[in-house]
């Protein structure tokens, strides 16, 4: 009977302490924070891809198409339209040796764009008079190149535009290619004649060719409500300058514009620009979709827009929706909000992140528009990395590298971005979480492939964010690949959904 007694002790025992070890051995085994796999070969076969994408070969760069007038319906305020929506390297042929220095020069686009976005809001914040901004010319030369490389901030930083969308203009309508931009609110495009026109994909769209184009007078209210304009002959000039010296002047105007099959919108006030000079090659002007007046939303008085940009090395297209769908569908929501000082740019309310499930110890205060209207974060599809003021960026990246111990360093620094790892004997790697966070409670985690970005062909992957001195934040379009994002206007939210390209 003692030795019975005494086995079930020692079995209990033995049993007790297996699971306990097991217990042990399974913690061991759990990871310390929340990771994310990121496939290494998949990113580096873009790399390959996108620089060996020759766009003559593409549908995309057909001759113009000619829409038959009569095709399209007319357009009310709630009527849904969709675009399709390309990236720019799917339209210009890449001039770059290797992939490196495709990045570094998508880099440092981005760098003036950024300077220009900051730019314009320190003068609104700061009370400059749009008046004050005039277009510069005389009688004999209407347009002067050489005095409009001054920094005369009349709209956001272009660049050369990252992402597409294609629709005709003038009646019959003509088909061609604009920069989607949500940081800008004056629509333009190149036309005939040209004092100093770049290249564009599509013919030069010629004003004379369309039984409804009409110059606007120098008393209409479009014209009026334009930054910088001047008069002559009755007829309203335009200047749009960028951080980077790019430019577009000419005539302000109105005529029809078509989307597609979906319908067409009488009436639209759009630059037509007969001198327009700087990194926009490819496309035949720009498509105006910040909260401004004269902006495309505005004009046709819609409720809402949403876009999803796909990964600009894919080579792949997604859509640009109007009308489509409310914030309240998607994986997380955050209020749009508005600067009283500036009504271009959509502001989000963003209250931190997480790295590997861990939260970032950030002040909200950070990421707040002040009194004065400065600071903020703002939504912007034309810059491609995500700028954060610099207190909230160090606790960002710190977060990241501490839980990175484990990786292997790459080269210090490369341009904007100073966290980099070397990844070239690596197919896939297990990397933290990177989570934003919304006012109001919701968050969204990011693809892998989303913070850490090839910066050359050989495996060096880096941090994709960066530092600004400024007091503002601005969430890029690296960022936001792969999320359809939805702009309510209606209801004052953003509507974030992953995986609906």
Not at 382 to 389: D, E, F, I, N, Y
Not at 399 to 418: E, M, P
Request: charged share 15%.
């Amino acid at each position: 009977m003692a030795s019975t007694r005494l086995f079930s002790l020692l079995s209990v025992f033995t049993l007790s302490l297996l699971l306990t070890t097991t217990d042990a051995s399974s913690r061991s085994l759990l990871p310390s924070h929340e990771t994310i796999v990121l496939d290494v070969v998949s990113s580096l076969q873009q790399t390959q891809h996108i620089l060996s994408l020759d766009p003559t070969l593409s549908s995309l760069t057909t001759t113009t198409t000619t829409i038959p007038g009569s095709d399209p319906v007319f357009l009310n305020s709630s009527s849904p339209l969709s675009l399709e929506l390309h990236s720019r390297d799917t339209l210009v042929a890449s001039q770059h040796k290797d992939y490196k220095s495709l990045v570094l020069s998508r880099l440092e686009r981005d760098s003036s764009r950024v300077a220009g976005i900051t730019a314009k809001i320190r003068f609104a914040v700061e009370g400059i008079d749009r008046s004050d901004l005039k277009p510069v010319y005389n009688d004999e030369t209407l347009y002067q190149p050489e005095d409009l490389t001054t920094p005369v901030v009349s709209g956001a930083s272009q660049g050369s535009g990252e992402y597409f969308s294609r629709i005709g203009v003038g009646t019959p309508a003509k088909e061609m290619f604009m920069v989607l931009d949500t940081g800008s609110d004056i629509n333009w495009i190149q036309c005939q004649p040209c004092s100093d026109c770049y290249q564009q994909s599509d013919p030069v769209f010629d004003p004379a060719s369309s039984s409804t184009f009409k110059s606007l007078s120098c008393s209409a209210p479009q014209c009026g409500s334009l930054e910088v304009s001047a008069c002559r002959s009755d007829k309203c000039l335009y200047q749009v300058s960028y951080g980077d010296g790019s430019f577009t002047v000419g005539d302000y105007a109105t005529d029809t514009v078509t989307f597609g099959t979906n319908g067409k919108v009488n009436d639209v006030a759009l630059g037509c620009g007969h001198d327009n000079e700087g990194l926009f090659t490819g496309a035949a002007g720009l498509l105006g979709l910040g909260g401004g007046a004269l902006s495309m939303t505005n004009q046709i008085k819609a409720t809402s827009f949403s876009y999803c940009l796909v990964d600009r090395d894919s080579g792949k297209s997604s859509s640009l929706d109007f009308n489509s769908v409310q914030a309240g569908t998607g994986d997380a929501t955050a209020p749009l909000l508005r600067n009283s000082k500036i009504d271009t740019f959509y502001y989000v309310g963003l209250s931190g992140f997480s790295v590997g499930g861990q939260q970032v110890s950030i002040p909200s205060s950070v990421f707040a528009v002040d009194a004065s209207g400065a600071g903020g974060v703002i939504l912007d599809c034309g810059t491609a990395v995500t700028r954060l003021q610099t207190q909230a960026y160090n606790s960002l990246r710190d977060a990241f590298v501490k839980l990175t111990a484990n990786l292997k360093k790459g080269t210090s620094s490369i341009s904007l971005f100073d966290t980099c790892y070397d990844f070239s004997s690596l197919s896939t790697v297990k990397v933290p979480t990177v989570a934003f966070h919304f006012t109001g409670g919701k968050s969204i985690d990011l693809p892998a492939k989303n913070y850490l970005i090839p910066v050359d062909d050989a495996g060096t992957f880096c941090f994709a964010f960066a530092p600004t001195s400024s007091s503002l934040s601005i969430i890029g379009n690296v960022q936001q690949q792969g999320t359809r994002i939805t702009y309510d206007l209606a209801n004052n939210l953003i509507g974030l959904s992953a995986n609906q390209c």
